[in-house]
């Protein structure tokens, strides 16, 4: 009986090795494949740089006042100053905001507005889609053709209209960016359920006596959702993109907040006095924001699809 149960352990032990084994290894040669592409590295380094701004801003520039997503100003400065003078690495705006400031605050900001907005998006999407590709009929018939709606109009065109009857504010432009996100994700999650639901082993599991909802979330959607993590990682550049477009007509972020897209905003009208650093240092981040997570993107593709990892 006590060889049994100093067994027992090693048993199980055995049993979670041989379980996890195939899904190692799996992750050993994703790596391997990613390793291999140097946009993808790059992209994950800007990812990685992006990612330790928004998690630790204080490291870099300590918070000041109650908010720290509100640039500080000193009146003592009342024009905008070149980068490298004293107090401002990066230059200063009107009545001396900081620009460094309000780019490294403006990381975190743009990060949580990219998971929030990209993450409800995707569930979103993926709920209707699953539901629409398994269920058929019907219901499918009346999801997809209100998908089709959202997808007939430009999605800027419609972000931008959507937040301009809610008002400006970032609340604002967040719930406009999310109504419109969702349905991207609705197609691409339906067309790959239409696929897999066909397999043997969905049918076989169906013989098995499983309920609707294990077939659904069990066997078909973590064969069906690869597509989707792209798209989803391509997104949140393009999330942050969106949300600069929105801040620089007037529909994003109030003046003086620590967002890219609303201080260049405020540095387009001092463009033409040659103040060109209140520009140019928000617009690069910008670019190497969207910059990584596409390149990212493009890494993903390769090692989630199939025919890419022959």
Do not use: C
Not at 44 to 50: A, H, K, T
Not at 52 to 63: C, E, G, M, V, Y
Not at 153 to 180: E, N, Q, T, Y
Not at 260 to 282: C, R
Request: aromatic fraction near 10%.
């Amino acid at each position: 009986m006590s060889a049994d149960i100093t067994e027992l352990p090693l048993t199980l032990r055995g049993r979670l090795k041989m379980a996890l084994a195939p899904r190692i290894r799996e992750l050993r040669f994703s790596l391997h494949l990613l390793s291999k592409s140097a946009s993808s590295i790059a992209g994950l380094v800007l990812l990685i740089f992006f990612l330790i701004l928004a998690l630790f801003p204080s490291l870099f520039a300590p918070a000041r006042g109650v908010d720290p997503y509100v640039i500080p100003f000193d009146a003592t400065h009342p024009f905008p100053e070149p980068p490298g003078s004293e107090g401002f690495p990066l230059g200063s705006g009107p009545y001396g905001y900081d620009i460094y400031y309000g780019i490294i605050w403006g990381a975190r900001l743009s990060m949580v507005f990219a998971i929030v907005v990209v993450g409800i998006s995707v569930l979103i999407g993926t709920i209707l889609g699953l539901i629409a590709g398994y269920r058929g009929g019907v219901i499918d018939e009346l999801i997809m053709r209100i998908t089709d709606v959202f997808l007939s109009i430009p999605f800027l065109i419609l972000v931008i209209a959507i937040a301009a009857v809610l008002g400006r504010g970032l609340d604002s432009s967040l719930k406009a960016m999310i109504v419109v996100f969702w349905s991207g994700y609705t197609r691409i999650i339906r067309g790959q359920v239409l696929a897999v639901r066909e397999n043997a082993y969905v049918d076989a599991a169906r013989a098995a006596g499983s309920g609707e909802l294990r077939i659904m979330f069990r066997h078909i959607l973590p064969n069906s959702w690869a597509p989707s993590i792209v798209q989803a990682t391509m997104d949140m550049g393009t999330v942050v993109l969106v949300l600069a477009a929105l801040s620089y007509l007037g529909l994003g972020a109030e003046p003086g907040t620590a967002e890219w897209g609303a201080m260049v905003q405020e540095g387009a009208d001092w463009m033409v006095a040659g103040k060109w650093w209140m520009v140019f240092f928000p617009g690069l981040v910008i670019s190497l924001f969207v910059l990584g997570f596409n390149l990212l993107g493009d890494g993903m593709r390769d090692i989630l699809d199939p025919k890419m990892r022959r």
